[in-house]
Every structure is written in structure tokens, then in C-alpha cells.
């Protein structure tokens, strides 16, 4: 979604700003722009497509300043067009913008009756507007933005400049994240601190109704117009570990090191066979008392909630719901008291998640409820981390890929340990069995490492998908949301329609669409319903389909004739899904590279979703 960075500085921001830029590409974009402020002139430079484009165009012009705003634009009110996209101008004001205005419709008429004219569709045109309009009644551009800001409805994070104002840059954030770069005689702000990691490693993360101002020397943060602290956090983030190193594309590099990932996870958790006595220690009085789960999340994380949910139940004995977060928000959940809601979010910043979090919260303070919230989050300093009782943090490093892999693998590993804590305060899971499922976590890396060795395989098989249009991806247990989640890398990099679906329903409807060209992916683990699941290939290869079988390497499934199996490692039925995740992570990741897609960046889509 929408990147923004700005900053103030006695040197010139220009490349700053261009870096950070490249640096939120991640975040998915099609348009880019910057404004500088030089010499009481805005300096603009807007461009459709890539950053680079807009690098290029900056360097044509030689445009600098040590006062400005950049922003990478992810349509959402009129076309990816250069007049679209940010930073917009009023005259004197600049404007870059990461949200929705709701009733930019109606400010926009009242602007238009004052003499305004539009020249874009956005809805953050009236920003800009709205400021400078406010500017004619103060000289202050702190002041005019305060007054303002109330006018606006929606979710929103800013950055503002003003000709008048050389060493001031205004930010505001209201439902949308913004963090501040602490500098040396230099301030920053970005929607991501990725974006700062090459000029700081302090940062300010504010919360919802701040509004700043900052100057080269200076921080000033403010809630309903009192001067308020914020403290300020160092990160251990390095540049380096943030970049794609030796692979050709982040996502391959995030594939390659979730062994590594996982292995950090656990490890806060785990002493060799045991729990350590410090994990979630501050949340054992919560667990003792909880009834039921309620898992909330989007995208790939829902998926991570859906394995979860036979866990919960299969392990603990604890009944587990799982939703997406933009049907819980707005479908009157009933909230019931004892409950523990879980949030899962690689983010923790995507707007359905957080907004039905905050809806619980107030449901639940209204009925006057005694419920738990609980975050897994791959962003120690994100707001649901910040927002829920307790968390749980997935130590997967920077994800900058769109498509989750690493995230993914290290929430369900996490998922796991929450699992294993609560049967432990609760006593519903006896010691043995902890001791055998926490050795088996141990495992888990290098069962991957095994797995990816099968890459070179995956990549020849990948090369029989390439001109296909359609795909089916069966599994059963918790094989079904990895299928659900093959099917989403598949479609989400590759551009191909991709179904998953579980086996058992393949009866019910998705038989009628195999045919000699529809290619079917099957999770075949070692588990008890391993039968039947070959009962199912043999029904698609009856239909000419074709198969591509992800089996455990004794389950006897070989080659044949439009059969092409690709073993895994032997592994616990129980945590097969964490191994089955990886073969279909290669195989969209190859199918796009064949197929010529921007795998890291591919088109519509964007990595924080921080928009309804
Ligand atoms: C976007 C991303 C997905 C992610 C989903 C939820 O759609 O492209 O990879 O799974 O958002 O994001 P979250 O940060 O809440 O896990």
C-alpha cells in the first residue's frame, strides 16, 4: 500500500528520499512522486510505474532540497496516472497521503464553492486544499493542519510541507502507521522504518492522533494540542538484512531462510524439551481462564489460523474459531466473555485485523466482558503488538516480499508454542507430549533444509505449469489451508487461477472442472487419511487430470504417466503443514519467474494491507 517518507535536514534529502522510496517498493505501488522545497519553491516530480522512472526523472531535473516529502501511491480513488499521484500541491502546501478520506466527496464540493479546482481524482487532493485554506486565517502551519484534521474522516497518515516553512515538516497520523527517523541535526518520517534504516536506527512509532512537527533540531508531538513524549526505540535492524543479497528476488531469499526463522522463533520459547519458565509468563492468569479461542486475520495469516484451529482442538481440547477480519468486523460477532482472540499478522498494521481487534475491545468493554487479546506478529513495534494484553513475536526478520513464506511458516511455529503453553497452564496437555512435540519443533528446520534440496525438482516440474490457466490444489486435515495457501502464492505470483480445496469435496463440485489440462497439486503427508486421499488422485487421473504429488517419501505413491511426485521428508503428521508449505512456496515462485511476473512485486497487490 501507499509509502510515504519525509524528512528535514541541512543537507540535501533528494537521494534520502529516493532510497527510502526503493526500500518501500516491497509494500506494493504504481506511481511514485516527490516534492522538495527549495528556496520558497515546491519542486515536484511525479512519475507512473516504478520508482525508478521517478529516480530517473529526479535525476534529469537535478531537483534538491533539505525539506521534503516522496510517496509511493497504490490506487485506490482515480487511475495510476502521473496527476494522481502524490505528493498533491495547493499552491504553497505539499501533501503525501497513506489512507482513505471518506468524505473527501463533500469536503471536496465545499472546496470547489470556495474556488479551488481539482487537478486529480484523488481524495487527498483536499488535503492539500483543506490546508491551504486554513493558512489564510493563521501563519502556522502547525495550527492550520490541527484545525483541520478533524474534518477528516477515514484512516490517514500525512506528510506536509510548506514554501514558507524551510525547516518544518508537519506529519500526522490517524489510523494509518507512521514512524519518525530520529537523526543527528536530521528528522525523518516513513510509513515503514525499513525505509530509514540507511540514515538511523532510532525511531519514534507513533500512536493514532498524533500530530508532529518536526525541524532539524527538534521533535514536538502533540495530542489534542498538548505537547506529549514519545519514547524513543532503538532498532538492531541492519541494512544488510534487508536486502536480497545473493537471490535473484527477495521472496527466494525469504524461502531459503525459514529453517533459520523457525529456529529463532522457537528458541525464545524453548529450553531443550521444555517451555521455558519465562515464556508468556505474564500471560498464565489470562490462560488459566480461557474457554475458547477466536482466531482474526487476512491473507496468508488466516491460513496460519485455520491450521491452528485443528490444533487447538486436536491437542488442548479448547474450541478454536477462525474468521477473516474484514467478515468478524462487520458481522455483530458475538463477543463471549473467557475468550482469548488472537490476531495473526506479519504486519500487525492490516487495517481489517486491527479494526476488528479494536472492535472487540470495545464490544467486550461494553458488555463488560473479561476476554483476552493476543497478537503473533512478525513487527515488534507494530499496533496490534502495541494494542493487544500480550504477544507473541515470529522472529522471521524483515519479510519484504508481498507473498508471505517466512512469515507464514514462523506463525504456525509460534501458533504451536502458544498451543503448548496453554495446555501446559490449563494442564490439558501432559508433560510427555510436550517434551515430544517440542523435539520435534527442533526437527523442523532440518526438515526443511531436506526439503529444499527438492528445489531443482520443483523448478523442472514448474516448467509443465508455465502455459497453463488454471490449477487445483487438494489436501486434507491440516494439508486443506495449505492447499488454500498454494492456491493463493500460486494466483497471488504467477497470475494463474488457483483453486485449493480439501480432497474430501473434490466430489462436490471441482471434479467437473479436470480435464487433461487442469493440473492438480495433492499434499499427500504421511497421516491417517493418506487413503483417501489416494482414493482422490485416482479419481483425477480417471478424469485425464494431471498430478503433481507433494508425498512423504514412504507413502508409496511413485512416477507414472502424468503423476509427478516430488517426496518430503518424513515428519509428523502434526507438523507436515509447516514442511508442505515449502514445496509449494517453489513451485508459484518458479511458475512466475518462468512466466515472466514481478514476483516480489506483483501487480495490484501490496504487502501491508493498511486499507480497508
Ligand atoms: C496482504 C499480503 C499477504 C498477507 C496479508 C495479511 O494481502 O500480501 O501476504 O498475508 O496481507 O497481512 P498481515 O500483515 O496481517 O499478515
Redesign the pocket.
Given at each position: 500500500m501507499c509509502g510515504i517518507v519525509g524528512g528535514v535536514a541541512e543537507r540535501s534529502i533528494t537521494n534520502i528520499l529516493i532510497e527510502g522510496l526503493k526500500r518501500l517498493e516491497y509494500r506494493g505501488y504504481d506511481s511514485a512522486g516527490v516534492a522538495l522545497v527549495d528556496q520558497c519553491q515546491i519542486l515536484r516530480e511525479r512519475r507512473v510505474g516504478k520508482v525508478a522512472n521517478l529516480e530517473q526523472a529526479v535525476n534529469e531535473s537535478n531537483i534538491q532540497g533539505s525539506l521534503g516529502i516522496a510517496h509511493t501511491r497504490w490506487a485506490t480513488h482515480g487511475k495510476p496516472t502521473e496527476n494522481n499521484a502524490h505528493p498533491h500541491i495547493s499552491d504553497t502546501v505539499a501533501v503525501v497521503h497513506n489512507g482513505i478520506i471518506e468524505n473527501y466527496q463533500e469536503l471536496k464540493d465545499d472546496l470547489e464553492a470556495l474556488g479551488y479546482v481539482f487537478t486529480s481524482q484523488t481524495d487527498t487532493e483536499v488535503v492539500a486544499h483543506l490546508i491551504h485554506d486554513a493558512l489564510k486565517s493563521t501563519p502556522d502551519l502547525l495550527k492550520a493542519v490541527t484545525q483541520i484534521v478533524p474534518q477528516l474522516k477515514g484512516a490517514y497518515a500525512l506528510g506536509i510541507v510548506h514554501t514558507d516553512h524551510p525547516n518544518e515538516l508537519i506529519a500526522v497520523r490517524e489510523g494509518s502507521p507512521l514512524v519518525i527517523g530520529v537523526g543527528i541535526g536530521e528528522n525523518f518520517i516513513s510509513s515503514d522504518q525499513l525505509a530509514l534504516l540507511p540514515v538511523t536506527n532510532r525511531f519514534i512509532y507513533l500512536e493514532e492522533g498524533d500530530i508532529v512537527r518536526l525541524t532539524r533540531e527538534s521533535i514536538e508531538i502533540f495530542v489534542d494540542d498538548q505537547l506529549i513524549d514519545r519514547p524513543v526505540k532503538e532498532l538492531d535492524a541492519t541494512v544488510s538484512n534487508a536486502s536480497k543479497g545473493e537471490y535473484k528476488h527477495y521472496m527466494l531469499k525469504e524461502i531459503y531462510e525459514q529453517p533459520e526463522a523457525i529456529q529463532q522463533t522457537i528458541s525464545q520459547a524453548l529450553n531443550g524439551n521444555a517451555l521455558r519458565d519465562d515464556f508468556l509468563q505474564h500471560a498464565e492468569v489470562d490462560f488459566k481462564n480461557i474457554q475458547q479461542v477466536q482466531i482474526i486475520?487476512?491473507?496468508?495469516?488466516y491460513h496460519a489460523g485455520m491450521i491452528a484451529k485443528y490444533w487447538f482442538e486436536q491437542l488442548i481440547d479448547l474450541p478454536c474459531q477462525v474468521e477473516i477480519a474484514s467478515e468478524f468486523r462487520y458481522r455483530s460477532p458475538v463477543i463471549v466473555g473467557n475468550t482469548l482472540y488472537v490476531c495473526?499478522?506479519?504486519?500487525?498494521?492490516?487495517a481489517d485485523?486491527l479494526a476488528a481487534l479494536r472492535d472487540t475491545q470495545k464490544r467486550a468493554k461494553a458488555k463488560s466482558l473479561n476476554i483476552t487479546t493476543m497478537t503473533i506478529c512478525n513487527v515488534a513495534t507494530s499496533s496490534m503488538v502495541r494494542e493487544t494484553n500480550h504477544h507473541l513475536l515470529t522472529l522471521a526478520g524483515p519479510e519484504i516480499g508481498?507473498?508471505?513464506t517466512k512469515?507464514f511458516t514462523t506463525q504456525l511455529a509460534a501458533l504451536m508454542l502458544l498451543i503448548l503453553k496453554i495446555g501446559q497452564i490449563k494442564q490439558t496437555m501432559p508433560v510427555e507430549k510436550i517434551a515430544e512435540i517440542t523435539a520435534e519443533l527442533w526437527h523442523i528446520p532440518k526438515v526443511i533444509l531436506d526439503t529444499l534440496q527438492n528445489d531443482k525438482e520443483i523448478l523442472r516440474l514448474s516448467d509443465l505449469f508455465k502455459e497453463k490457466q488454471h490449477c487445483l490444489f487438494l489436501g486434507r486435515g491440516t494439508q486443506f489451508p495449505i492447499a488454500l495457501e498454494g492456491a493463493l502464492k500460486l494466483k497471488e505470483i504467477s497470475y494463474i487461477h488457483a483453486e485449493g480445496y480439501a480432497a474430501g469435496e473434490l466430489k462436490h463440485g471441482p471434479l467437473a472442472l479436470v480435464d487433461h489440462d487442469m493440473p492438480v497439486v495433492i499434499l499427500a503427508p504421511q497421516d491417517d487419511m493418506l487413503d483417501k486421499l489416494k482414493s482422490n488422485m485416482e479419481e483425477v487421473q480417471a478424469r485425464g487430470g494431471e498430478l503433481f504429488v507433494f508425498a512423504d517419501e514412504n507413502s508409496g505413491i511413485k512416477n507414472k504417466d502424468r503423476q509427478h511426485v516430488v517426496n518430503v521428508p518424513t515428519i509428523s503428521s502434526l507438523l507436515a503443514p509447516i514442511v508442505y508449505s515449502i514445496p509449494v512456496q517453489l513451485l508459484s515462485y518458479h511458475v512466475a519467474v518462468l512466466r515472466g511476473t514481478d514476483v516480489d512485486q506483483p501487480r495490484n497487490?501490496?504487502?501491508?494491507?493498511t486499507v480497508e
Open positions: 486475520a487476512c491473507g496468508t495469516s495473526i499478522s506479519q504486519s500487525g498494521e492490516t485485523t508481498v507473498a508471505s512469515a497487490l501490496a504487502k501491508s494491507v
